[in-house]
């Protein structure tokens, strides 16, 4: 839990004005249309008092202000729409850092950024329009969520483009399985360029309340990132669209960063998403969720000594390897939904879980188990089958780019089936099986080979493609 330092902490603003308002019984001649009827009563839009998000001066930016004590940033800043909007937000501040720190000089701005980027990031692209350069170390096998970069793989890429309009390095960290990337050594190589890192965190909000060995959080601001993007709904305790943008020192003015989020965001932000991330300061307990990671690592040795692999290193994401087992993700995921058990992502290979304090305990936890273990038995081959599982074992190169995102914004193009009458078409539009991930091809760019393969593997059917 946050503390309390300040004798004159306000503790939860904006959710202490919403009571009071909803308990006034004042006259409402202002927006919403339901006036506060069918149990509305919190939900308000910019009342006298209610300070406005992308003018905070209020109870909004004094929620704001102690987040960032949380956080431990120069300033964390709301929003309602979810990383996508902060994601957007962040490419957009670091272009203005680039011609800010270059006296306006006029270039073709490059992000360079991993593969398995959400697709917001393409549509920051196409709307703001800066080209990019795309990062996927090679590695064995195939996955449309894994794309693991090291600092020493960075630091060649950053070497061989020496000479071009790159402006800022962006990452996606936790990825969806759960693999955490190396934050510092990343930030110490984009900072050696004189290149703010921007990270989608969006799933490891509560990093923050994680230590490692030295004693030392996970979040990637604390790591060195200069720009992080969370999903506060994702793991915290926090309405679905509430989300943080922070920054790590100050390389604007909030003036400038709130007009970056409007920007992208609706003039009428709701204040219960506001409120839950009002609450959530007092609500967040590093304690109790410290606890959780414990729970957490004894079910995994549970599920493990079933006979099912693991994958990725994130606290709180429990994702099973089903790469070299004849079982597959997306069978079990339905499986477990008929037995009344919902997860959060599935395909061939893997299957996704995500655990948080609020989970009941021991019941949830029981239950997965004891599900987990009957069908253990029925679709875990012999340990000596297990060589015979369905990983996706193929070299991908990224395919050629005939044009940036932004450039075939307003093409003509229609919908094709995916066959090989596709080779050598360009893709109209990015192919994503799940955010964020590893596009077999965005748009743009030229469908090849094992364009298709990847497409096929993963059942997409249909693509739309330019004229």
Excluded at 452 to 463: C, D, Q, R, S, W
């Amino acid at each position: 839990m946050l503390e309390n330092k300040d004798k004159n902490f306000i503790v939860g603003p904006v959710k202490d004005f919403i009571e009071d308002y909803s308990q006034s019984n004042k006259v409402r001649l202002h927006m919403p249309g339901h006036k506060g009827a069918f149990g509305y009563d919190g939900d308000i839009t910019e009342v006298t008092g209610a300070d406005s998000l992308y003018e905070a001066s209020g109870i909004i930016a004094e929620s704001e202000s102690r987040a960032a004590q949380l956080f431990g940033t120069w300033r964390t800043f709301y929003g309602t729409e979810g990383s996508s909007q902060m994601v957007k937000a962040m490419c957009y501040l670091a272009i203005k850092n680039y011609y800010s720190m270059h006296d306006g000089e006029k270039i073709r701005p490059v992000i360079l950024a991993t593969r398995n980027a959400h697709k917001s990031f393409i549509y920051a692209s196409m709307l703001l329009g800066f080209d990019i350069k795309w990062i996927l170390p090679e590695r064995k096998t195939y996955s449309l969520c894994k794309c693991e970069i090291l600092p020493e793989e960075l630091k060649s890429l950053l070497q061989q483009e020496s000479d071009s309009n790159i402006i800022a390095v962006y990452i996606t960290s936790p990825d969806y399985l759960g693999n955490i990337l190396d934050i510092k050594g990343l930030a110490d190589i984009t900072h050696e360029y004189d290149l703010p890192l921007l990270v989608d965190n969006a799933h490891g909000a509560y990093l923050k309340l994680m230590q490692d060995s030295d004693g030392k959080d996970l979040h990637p601001i604390t790591l060195g990132a200069d720009l992080v993007s969370d999903s506060a709904h994702k793991t915290l305790p926090v309405l679905t669209g509430g989300a943080y943008l922070h920054l790590r020192e100050e390389l604007f003015s909030e003036e400038t960063v709130r007009k970056a989020l409007l920007m992208f965001g609706s003039t009428s932000p709701s204040y219960k998403i506001l409120e839950s991330l009002d609450q959530a300061l007092t609500r967040i307990n590093r304690e109790e969720y410290q606890e959780t990671v414990k729970r957490v690592d004894s079910l995994k040795k549970d599920i493990s000594s079933m006979g099912y692999s693991l994958y990725g290193d994130e606290p709180l994401k429990l994702t099973i390897d089903f790469s070299e087992s004849n079982a597959e993700g997306l069978s079990i995921l339905s499986i477990l939904s008929k037995e009344g058990i919902e997860c959060e992502y599935a395909d061939p290979e893997y299957l996704v879980t995500m655990w948080s304090p609020y989970n009941d305990y021991p019941g949830d936890y029981d239950r997965f188990s004891k599900i987990m273990g009957r069908l253990a038995i029925q679709v875990l081959p012999a340990q000596e089958l297990r060589k015979k599982g369905h990983a996706f074992e193929m070299s991908f190169g990224l395919p050629e780019v005939r044009y940036q995102p932004h450039e075939i914004m307003y093409m003509s193009h229609h919908t094709e089936r995916v066959s090989y009458v596709l080779m050598g078409k360009v893709a109209a539009d990015t192919m994503v099986g799940c955010p964020p991930a590893v596009a077999p091809v965005v748009a743009g760019e030229v469908i090849d080979e094992n364009v298709l393969k990847v497409l096929k593997h993963y059942n997409i059917e249909n693509i739309e493609v330019i004229d």
